[in-house]
């Protein structure tokens, strides 16, 4: 199950929707080599860099040890077939 990407003005985010029918969102960029999280391969609630494997938890952002770092993650509501992303400061186009 790979994510697809929302693009808000210069903000990337990959979405994703688990099998559990739950939708999370979250940075497009690894922290490790900035590989496009989009295109990783989800399983279990993490999501895995096509780059180097670093596991990426959907919840929290955090990377799973013995990696470190974190991406932000973006709260989520879904109102019947819509979904809706909510980022801290309006997103104005370029």
Known sequence: MRGRV???GKQEIAVFRLSNGEVKAVENRCPHKGGPL????VSGGNVYCPLHD??????SGDVQE???GCVKTYQVEVIGSEIFLYTESPVTSP
Request: hydrophobic share 40%.
């Open 6 to 8: 929302v693009s808000l």
């Open 38 to 41: 989009s295109e990783g391969i």
């Open 54 to 59: 670093w596991k990426v938890c959907l919840r």
């Open 66 to 68: 013995p990696d470190r």
